[in-house]
């Protein structure tokens, strides 16, 4: 399964914007989005962490020490969950902040169509912001490609309308789930070993080595009969080869059957290279 990040917004001292209905505030309902996101994780292949910022030693420090424990989960990406606030109740609508590199950005767009899908709330559109920016520092401080999603305005009627009921919030779980599991699938590989084709080159040829080697038993056992059958074959060698011939059929038998596995085997990989080369093609992965 592919890693994934989830970085709850806001610590438990400052805790970010408030619904208006609920009264809950973004660090407190987004820590319970974030259970849900890793409960249903496993469903989309993907595995899980939550991360929590930790008060103390100012908002720089906070960002910088939780995305060092993001690194050290080595993810294929992170989300940082918040909702927005405005004074102005019409405010409404979602969006999604991306870093701007390729990766960023194709998780972004993404997450941002599915959560638009799953909300019916009005679509802000994926902002690319700088590292200074409000929130900027959460997409610059790790290693992996990071997105902040903003699904709706907790000071909006219709942005908690929308989030209100746990099919709600599950669904809105879902909707990130899913965009994310797409976005990540389509990434490059970080390793040319990960390359389907590379993998199934070497089955083929593992496959072959084996059949190889058999097909080799086989032969070296005709060998033995031919000397042990000549007349000009010395008693003593006679002697002490003669123990070896007890074995040569069944052995023959099993090494012929395993050569023929092998090869058919060894052709099951020749097809799933070919297809492979489209897999990797297609996803522009190398």
Known sequence: MKKLAIVVGHNSVSQGAIRIDTQETEFVWNSRLAKLLKANG?????????????????????????????????????????????????ASGSEVLSSGTALSLRLAAAVQREIVASLGLRDRGVKTIGGKSRG??????????????????????????????????????L?????????I?????????????????????TAIGGAVTAIGGVGFMQVINSILSSPSASAELVVALQPLTSVFPELSGILSAVSAALMIYSNMQAKNVDAARIEDFGKERR
Not at 145 to 151: K, T, V
């Open 175 to 183: 909707a990130v789930l899913s965009g994310a599991s797409e976005a």
């Open 42 to 90: 496993e469903a989309f292949g993907l595995d899980i962490k939550i991360f929590h910022r930790i008060a103390g030693g100012g908002y720089a420090r906070e960002i910088a020490r939780v995305y060092d424990e993001v690194d050290r989960f080595k993810p294929e990406a992170s989300i940082e969950l918040h909702f927005n606030g405005s004074d102005n109740p019409s």
């Open 185 to 205: 699938g389509a990434y490059p590989r970080k390793d040319i070993t990960e390359s389907r084709t590379l993998q199934a080159t070497a089955r083929q040829k």
């Open 136 to 173: 900027g520092k959460s997409l610059y401080s790790g290693k992996a490609p990071a997105i902040l999603i903003e699904p709706f305005f907790g000071s909006s009627v219709r942005g908690t309308a929308a989030t209100d009921t746990d099919a709600e919030i599950k669904g809105l779980a």
